[in-house]
């Protein structure tokens, strides 16, 4: 059983910046690609970003360029760098990992972005 607690949501307004954390109870965590995603109401789940073992990173059009994903093998934590935030940016954001039992979703935490 694999566990993913995030946090670092929250309130901001247009323009503002964000850092989520994701901690993964996993001690497998470093050789496996970390995923973003977010759910906005009335919406389906969408992939915002991911970052395979090995650094590499791949982001949705509509994060290019205001987003960061990042990790710490060491802490067993992947980060997600919100700058520029948008009101179209609310939703409840998500960090997922794929292991040999299967998928693995935390919590969600909760972004709120104010015009």
């Known amino acids: 059983q694999v566990q993913l607690v995030e946090s670092g949501g929250g309130l901001v307004q247009a323009g503002g910046s964000l850092r989520l954390s994701c901690v993964a109870s996993?001690?497998?965590?470093?050789?496996?690609?970390m995923y973003w995603y977010r759910q906005a109401p009335g919406k389906e789940r969408e992939l915002v970003a991911t970052?395979?073992?090995?650094?590499?990173?791949n982001y949705a059009d509509s994060a290019k360029g205001r987003f960061t994903i990042s990790r710490d093998n060491a802490k067993n934590t992947v980060y997600l760098q919100m700058n520029s935030l948008k009101p179209e940016d609310t939703a409840v954001y998500y960090c997922?990992?794929?292991?040999?039992?299967?998928?693995?979703w935390g919590q969600g935490t909760q972004v709120t972005v104010s015009s």
């Open positions: 997922k990992i794929i292991i040999l039992t299967g998928a693995y």
């Open positions: 996993t001690n497998i965590f470093s050789r496996n690609t």
């Open positions: 970052i395979t073992s090995g650094g590499s990173t």
